[in-house]
């Protein structure tokens, strides 16, 4: 007793189902996808509504742009190659053992099921979950299980929805199925015609012997295709687990929004396709090819991998918002890392901390507000150099380094870029300084402070600081910090203490 | 005859439908306070600065306000707490922050850009971009201390903010449990702010000599809308504190 038992999953019509997986405005109109060289482009596939407007396979561009309301788009093998992956990221799902058996514009996947009923139930179940998880990936597709490999193959090709074929029926499956679904040549098919065999049923009941005389040796497998007794040696594909979704427009596109609603339905696929292998989305690429060839390039690097899809849209935004591409957007990319689940365990005495993904996207907000570089933590730099300082991305850590608190200090609150102004000396002393109009008198000074480096290069410094109590002519008193350069001879208020 | 507990009760019930509780005082809400680290403030504020509200610290240059937040952000640091300071004039000194104990790694600085680097589709003053920065940061949570340094705005700019804004701001303060502290030369948020300090200008301490050791500062405080706890002793209004120079605390160490 054979213990085979095969799914054939066959998605019709597969390059119009690509291209309208991720347009979803697009899925309720006629369209047709053109293929071929310039000027002698013609319909290579087409979605159901298309062919209630009198579409057919084969019209050139010029026929088809008489039909009224038929939306035409150009065939893209990377948009195809990109929803194959998802097809077989689904098939995936319910077998690790997939043969790729497409044919056509079909593409057509088989899944060896045997043993999966612990699984999935009977094929009838595991057939409609299959069903129900390629429409979530956006693609309509026919599903036949049967235990011969090519009798599923045929029966998911020839016929719409889900067909289950018990062990003994394949011949009775098959025979009302057109001939024409067997590798016939043109002039095999008029020879079959006019001997009025149509059906499968037909072409299974005619004798061997004599039809091998008249066909070949090619025609015993014909005939043993038609029984539903063919046999196959099974060939599985390892498809390798790359998060990857591309889109190419049919007319390059400006708007941010445009480029959101297609970015949006594919980074709901990356995060629905690591969800089903129980990961997240750690970091996410974008590709934007652009008109003249550039490629603008982006990167998301959430602080946590997330599956948090308005998270990841908000990110990809506002990071699109804050570097938005110098041209035309022709085609788009987005390739994801994945990650293990984000878990934290928080500790019930441990100090509130703001929430990794929303600080995410505060950030990515303030850094559109003030600035990309102007937001972050301030690292001092290992220098003698008075106020010099870098900035670092705001990172939260789960371990926070605990500095002790000592006396209070007094403050600078420094003058950025410091003012340039007119100091008069007196003994080598600062006793008044200029800022604008402004007089103020020296109460107390101390000083000089010298410093100085980098001398050899372009950077170098040579300052004398003074600390100074000053009083304005209206009684007013601060202290502050005046520096000369003396590179360039120069007096600046560089800051005040408070 | 009644007891007085029974005519209370009476009255009470008379007048319930005009005045609840009429003779019965209302519970006094006791609000969470951070201490500052400086003793002599914590003693005139009871305790510290409020949490969950705005805390205005306002005085001239030099008075010492700058210092006394950097402190209070330095205490706050210093139990792990996330800190973050919207700084309008960017006047912020991290070397200051260090010296005077904040652990930099939990501090989120927000420099506001200056008027000359704005671009067409983001025309937003530098008040206009703290405004927008502290309202995010106040929406996102988690952060135990939120400065809005308007030390170096004029107080005509500062003083237009609307009064809405001071209530949002309160309410998101009071919603996240983050101490809003806004460092002013006078009072903005007037109704909404739970404690104004008022610094004085400063008074040298040891002028002679050398080096500059340190500045003695006195605060008054303006205004304390919740008290920790019922006021049974009075507290001096003003108190005076001294902050020493950074390289004199080194020199000490």
């Given amino acids: 007793m054979s213990s085979e038992l095969y799914a054939c999953v066959h998605a019709a019509e597969f390059p119009a ?43 050139t561009k010029l026929e088809a742009e008489g039909i009224g309301g038929l939306q035409l788009l150009s065939r893209s093998t990377e948009v195809e190659a990109a929803a194959y992956a998802v097809l077989l990221e689904c098939a995936a799902k319910f077998s690790p053992r997939i043969e790729a058996a497409s044919q056509g514009t079909g593409c057509a996947l088989v899944l060896d099921i045997a043993g999966m009923e612990l699984l999935f139930g009977p094929p009838e179940k595991l057939a409609e979950r ?56 043109e002039e095999q098919r008029e020879t079959f015609a006019s001997w009025g065999i149509r059906t499968l049923g037909e072409l299974a009941a005619l004798p061997k012997v004599e039809l091998v005389k008249r066909f070949g040796a090619a025609a015993s497998d014909w005939r043993a295709l038609a029984q539903g007794v063919a046999r196959h040696t099974f060939q599985p594909i390892e498809p390798a687990f790359a998060l990857k979704e591309f889109y190419d427009f049919e007319t390059p596109v400006e708007q941010l929004d445009s480029l959101l609603f297609i970015g949006a339905r594919m980074i709901d696929c990356l995060v629905a396709r690591a969800v089903g292998r129980a990961m997240s989305l750690a970091s996410l690429s974008v590709d934007m090819a652009l008109e ?102 705001f990172v939260v850590y789960a371990k926070p380094t605990v500095q002790e608190a000592g006396n209070p200090r007094m403050a600078l609150r420094r003058v950025r870029p410091p003012h340039p102004i007119q100091v008069s000396l007196h003994a080598m002393k600062p006793v008044c300084f200029r800022d604008g109009d402004t007089r103020f008198e020296i109460t107390a000074v101390y000083g000089p402070w010298r410093t100085s480096g980098c001398w050899w ?22 202290g502050c910090l005046l520096v000369l350069d003396r590179m360039r001879n120069e007096w600046r208020l560089e800051a005040f203490y408070d | 005859m009644p007891s007085a507990s029974a005519l209370r009760l009476e009255i009470e019930r008379t007048l319930e439908h005009r005045f609840p509780a009429a003779l019965t005082p209302a519970p006094k809400t006791i609000y969470e306070v951070a201490p500052i680290g400086v003793a002599p403030v914590d003693a005139l504020l009871e305790g510290g600065l409020p949490v969950g509200a705005i805390s205005e610290v306002t005085g001239p240059e030099s008075s010492g306000r700058t210092s006394l937040t950097l402190a209070f952000l330095a205490k ?14 960017d006047a912020f000194d991290p070397e200051s922050a260090a010296a005077s104990g904040v652990s930099l790694k939990q501090l989120l600085w927000v420099r506001c850009r200056n008027e000359r680097g704005l671009t067409r589709s983001k025309p937003w ?56 502290v806004i460092l002013g030369k006078t009072t903005y948020a007037q109704s909404s702010a739970a404690l104004v300090l008022e610094s004085a200008p400063f008074l040298p301490e040891n002028v002679g000599g050398t080096v500059w050791r340190g500045c003695k500062f006195e605060v008054r405080r303006g205004r304390q809308r919740f008290t920790p706890q019922l006021a049974t002793s009075r507290k001096p209004p003003a108190s005076a504190w001294s902050a020493i120079s950074a390289w004199e605390v080194k020199r000490r160490a």
């Fill in chain 1, 17 to 59: 189902q690509a291209l309208l997986r991720l347009r979803t405005d697009l899925q309720t109109q006629p369209v047709a996808v053109l293929d071929g060289p310039a000027l002698q482009e013609t319909v290579c596939s087409l979605n159901r509504h298309a062919v209630r407007r009198g579409a057919v396979l084969g019209m």
């Fill in chain 1, 130 to 185: 299959l069903r129900d998880q390629m429409a979530t990936a956006g693609f309509r597709v026919s599903i036949a299980t049967s235990a011969n490999f090519h009798v599923a193959q045929i029966k998911a090709t020839a016929t719409r929805g889900i067909a289950i074929i018990r062990k003994g029926d394949e011949a009775h499956a098959l025979e009302k199925l057109h001939i024409a679904l067997l590798p016939l040549t």
């Fill in chain 1, 292 to 393: 003249g060839g550039q490629v603008h390039h982006l990167a998301i690097h959430p602080a946590v991998p997330s599956v948090d899809r308005k998270f990841l849209l908000k990110l990809l935004h506002l990071e699109m918002g804050a570097h938005p591409p110098l041209a035309a957007v022709v085609s788009l990319t987005l390739a994801a890392e994945a990650g293990q689940s984000s878990k934290m365990q928080l500790g019930l005495f441990a100090p509130q901390t703001p929430e990794p993904s929303r600080l995410d996207v505060t950030l990515a907000r303030l850094k559109a507000i003030v600035g990309e570089d102007r937001v972050g933590t301030p690292v001092l730099e290992d220098t003698h150099r008075s106020g010099s300082f870098r900035m670092e991305g």
């Fill in chain 1, 457 to 478: 290069s372009q950077n170098g410094w040579d300052t004398e600081a003074w600390d100074a109590m000053a009083a304005s002519a209206n009684g007013e008193t601060f």
């Fill in chain 2, 76 to 89: 706050r640091t210093e139990g792990g707490q996330v800190c973050a300071w919207v700084d309008a004039g």
């Fill in chain 2, 125 to 180: 003053t530098r008040l206009d971009q703290a405004l927008r920065a502290t309202d995010l940061l106040l929406q996102a949570g988690g952060f135990a201390v939120i400065v809005l340094d308007l030390g170096d705005m004029e107080p005509a700019h500062a003083m237009r903010i609307p009064l809405t804004t001071w209530f949002r701001f309160r309410q998101a303060a009071d919603r996240t449990r983050c101490s809003l």
